[in-house]
């Protein structure tokens, strides 16, 4: 059986690898060809698969026993999970749940130097993947991850302009390329989570994957409908809210679409933002849609095969919980470009801290985790939705 240690090393090798091919594209300022899409998805869902895997192994090797230094049958010294139940167990400390860029799709393990070896590895990531399994814009959207949280202005471009065709001697006409910005700021997002001293001292808990876990979907329940259905004006906007109707369905199917309706929704998005688009679906449409055919009766759903997602129209797909559900007037179903999406993640990441003298009265640590968010589409047109018929 594979040690703990050793799943970090192929975790840190395929991040290593995915980092790379990033790089190696933006570098020479191409998009990525079919077969570094390819890799890039398998490492993806490998890096998905060994957070779940690392987890479970460490959990064991701690249950056993089991300390990094056996080997070399060197006495046992503090380690990060070590340190990390020292905090719980003690209820002080502080530390920030550090964010870095998508193209890494993991999560910092350097330390801060106010106390960032409070927090291990692998509750940092457990609170991070747990946090990105609902909104699918934390995974596939532009991440802008900051110190504080002033006002971040980013710039847009509306159009490049024009040339002209000019005949010999005659003066350069065209038109200059429009720019804009779109401004992000912080909408906080906080909770409390109270653990009893009697959970703390049982060692045989997972206590760090139960704070991540409970921390992480907590926060997710707020900032999920906001980057989705957000307003803008005391949360972020989300990319529904900017969706334009490329297709209203038709009337007595329940808001049901067509192979038609699909494809015409494919077909209005601009080809500038097909490149990288996405179908983002609620779970109700997802399963109406997999049931469907061309009109030849083929299957217009193609499964995960060899490391490569799901794709619909020879896109791949993605579920959104917050979407509207399947039904009239619904918008369930949209096809756009998450790259034109930013996400602001200020102080970079989430603060976390503990205390017990809060209540102190009734023997609980308390954890606070403080999150600062702000999101916005940069482009009005990069991202279309189908809406169910009205009746």
Known sequence: MLRSTDLRDEHKRLTGEHLTIMEAANAAARDLTRDERSRLFAIERRLTALLDVIADTETAEARAGYVDLIRTKEPRTMTENDTLTSLLRSGTGRTTLRYVAREARTLMT????????????RTEADIWYQLEQGPPMLRAGRIFATTGGNPLDVPTVANFGTAVAVSQGSAIGGTDPSLGVVTLGAHKVAQLLQVSRELLADSAADVEGFVAIALARNLEVKVGPWLTQGTGTTEPIGYLTHAGTAVTGGTGVAGRPTYSDLVDTYGALDAKYRRNAVWLLHDTALTAVRRMTDTSGAPIWAPAANGNPETLLGHPVVTDPYLPALGTASKSIVFGDPTAYAVRIADGGIDL??????AFNQDLTTFRSVLRIDAAPLANDAFKAFRGGTA
């Open 110 to 121: 350097t330390p801060d130097a106010a106390g960032g070896y409070t927090v291990p590895h």
């Open 353 to 358: 801290e503990a205390s017990r003298d809060y």
